[in-house]
């Protein structure tokens, strides 16, 4: 079992930054394949990012390439997603993800979910 939490979550005006964070705590956080995805109100939750156990392999939705870095620091059992250059259509509750492989996946591949954490742009 992992337990995934996210913090960092909050409002900012268009073309501001947030950073997310997500601690990974229970059995060995590392050997996952971490990502973020998001769901906004009356839609489904979709695939924001992910980043592979060794840090090397980074994947991104078409949406939030050039805007949004994801890392992981092993040591930390920390998963990041900086997020920059914000705009309104990034609203949405922002869900830290664990899976076993795959580098881009629906959201019924994840294995464990974090609470999620609200991101709000206002324009």
């Known amino acids: 079992q992992v337990q995934l939490v996210e913090s960092g979550g909050g409002l900012v005006q268009a073309g501001g930054s947030l950073r997310l964070s997500c601690a990974a705590s229970g059995r060995s956080g590392s050997s996952y394949v971490m990502g973020w995805f998001h769901q906004a109100p009356g839609k489904e939750r979709e695939f924001v990012a992910s980043i592979g156990w060794s840090g090397g392999d980074t994947y991104y939705a078409e949406s939030v390439k050039g805007r949004f870095t994801i890392s992981r620091d092993n040591a930390k059992n920390t998963v990041y997603l900086q997020m920059n250059s914000l705009k309104p259509e990034d609203t949405a509750v922002y869900y830290c993800?664990?899976?076993?492989?795959?580098?881009?996946?629906?959201?019924?591949?994840?294995?464990?979910w974090g609470q999620g954490t609200q991101v709000t742009v206002s324009s």
């Open positions: 993800a664990a899976w076993f492989s795959g580098a881009v996946v629906a959201a019924r591949s994840v294995r464990f």
